[in-house]
């Protein structure tokens, strides 16, 4: 039975200007509350917006679909006010689930400010609404734990999925620690004999190739409600898959003139399997 434990203090939610998808709170909140983890709240206020406000040709669309000078002190008010429903909306739902919480307004790179905030926790991501939106993880926090999160959830139920490589795995431990804490089956993608030997014995095992297509194929008939897996797995990846070529720019995850990374466009075709299915993405690091 698989009895390493990683301790998430904190999952860090990113919780970006406009309206953040309730489902997707709730999930995050329903992990900390499995987890005996803290939420804790960003809202991040990009420092090169204000500094374009300043700027005599700076513009904006209004409602109404109107131009209109980009005025600094009107956008002041408008991180304000959105800074304020963000709060109000995580304390509703952390109250909701019985976890502690806390936020945070921060200035800065949007990356960055993610990037030193969550360096020792666990980091939760929106998936942008529009699928050709050019995103990826920033670069910068690939190195944390990060937890995923679709804009669209279909279920509220089902079992765990955790992808197996070695029994040592911390992501096995998360993973079984997760399913029992609510209630739910475990299943275990092995990507060879005995790699889930440590999980507990009613978990289900199935063979299967560590990477998203495999187990896109894997997961036919399963409805799970989430999915882990360990960081190995995008380590070990030798290149990017023809979609993901095709959907991380260097304007998303990685620099400017530079190439997405084999471990960056890994992690983006698990992204696309979880956003397809409508469930979360839990990355673990550990052994």
């Not at 000078?69 to 739902?93: H, K, N």
């Not at 993973?175 to 089956?185: D, F, H, K, P, T």
Request: hydrophobic share 50%; glycine share 6%; charged share 25%.
């Amino acid at each position: 039975m698989a009895t390493a434990r990683i301790a998430f203090r904190r999952i860090v939610l990113n919780l970006p200007p406009g309206e953040a998808p309730g489902a997707a709170l709730e999930a995050a909140a329903a992990l900390a509350r499995w987890l005996d983890a803290q939420l804790l709240g960003l809202f991040v206020e990009n420092a090169a917006l204000y500094e374009y406000a300043r700027l005599p040709f700076a513009r904006e669309i209004a409602p109404g679909a109107a131009w209109r000078p980009l005025a600094p002190e009107r956008l002041v008010d408008d991180y304000v006010a959105m800074a304020a429903a963000a709060q109000r909306r995580l304390r509703a739902i952390a109250e909701r689930a019985g976890v502690p919480y806390e936020f945070e307004i921060l200035r800065g790179d949007p990356a960055e400010s993610l990037a030193r905030a969550a360096a020792d926790d666990l980091l939760a991501l929106l998936v942008p609404a529009d699928p050709l939106a050019c995103w990826a993880p920033p670069r910068e926090v690939l190195a944390a734990g990060q937890l995923i999160l679709p804009r669209r959830l279909r279920r509220a139920s089902g079992p765990v999925v955790v992808v197996a490589t070695r029994p040592e795995e911390p992501a096995q431990a998360v993973a079984a620690r997760i399913a029992a804490a609510a209630g739910e089956g475990l299943i275990a993608l092995e990507a060879e004999r005995d790699a889930a030997r440590a999980l507990p014995p009613e978990a289900r095992r199935t063979r299967c190739a560590p990477n998203a297509q495999a187990a896109a194929a894997a997961l036919q008939a399963t409805r799970e409600r989430l999915i882990v897996i360990p960081r190995s797995v995008l380590r070990a990846s030798q290149g990017p898959s023809s979609a993901a070529q095709g959907q991380i720019r260097e304007t998303g995850g990685a620099p400017s003139g530079s190439k997405p990374t084999a471990e960056e466009t890994a992690l983006f075709d698990w992204i696309g399997l979880a956003a397809e299915r409508g469930v979360p993405l839990l990355v673990v690091d550990g052994a």
